[in-house]
């Protein structure tokens, strides 16, 4: 939902883009979104023109996400009012506050694996012909900005993005996904399937 619904006509910028990417990626990650899904809107994404062709893109996720100061787009999360709770005076623990984020990256993980399973059930890939529907920018962007290895998500090398994805969370898949990203914008690369990225 856009504030200023009299706008949603005007034409977006890399900054709205980039705004939107980043939200499609936290959706990704808590496990709203699966990778074809996540794929398709990142597509969508890029070549979105105005306003309204983003605020489509959020209206079955939840939370409002600010792209510009006068645009919104999403709505709401509602959620019941907390139950009281009893307090005996200690700290909450780190598992505590590390519950949420590991449901996520388990909700994560399984949506991987079951496409990690479809890749490798589907044999040896031949080169194909012509030029990849996929895009060098955007897999590059992918790589660098979120750094979980979401760029090779993309392009379909879904063993290389869940290695990345995995190491990242000792550092090393980080580094790896951010030079990965540069250098497929500086050189591009292949698609999954041997084509070479637009």
């Known amino acids: 939902m856009a504030s200023f619904a009299n706008t949603n006509g005007l034409r977006i910028g890399d900054a709205e883009r980039g705004q939107a990417m980043q939200f499609l990626g936290d959706h990704f990650a808590q496990g709203r979104l699966t990778i074809e899904e996540y794929e398709e809107r990142i ?10 062709e983003l605020i489509v893109l959020f209206n079955d996720l939840p939370g409002t996400h600010q792209l510009a100061p006068d645009l919104t787009v999403g709505e709401p999360e509602r959620t019941p009012a907390p139950a009281p709770t009893k307090t005996t ?6 598992g505590d506050s590390l519950g949420p984020f ?3 990256a388990g909700e994560l993980a399984d949506s991987l694996g079951r496409s990690l399973n479809r890749a490798i059930s589907s044999g040896d890939v031949q080169p194909a012909a012509g030029e990849s529907p996929r895009y060098r920018v955007l897999a590059g962007v992918l790589q660098i900005v979120p750094c979980f290895g979401a760029g090779r998500f993309y392009t379909g090398h879904v063993k290389l993005g869940l290695a990345q994805f995995l190491l990242s969370f000792i550092g090393v898949g980080l580094l790896w996904s951010f030079v990965d990203g540069v250098l497929l914008l500086a050189h591009g690369g292949e698609d999954a399937e041997r084509r070479a990225l637009r």
């Open 89 to 94: 005076g200690t700290a909450p623990s780190i």
């Open 102 to 104: 590991v449901r996520s």
């Open 43 to 52: 597509g969508a994404v890029t070549l979105a023109r105005t306003r309204s």
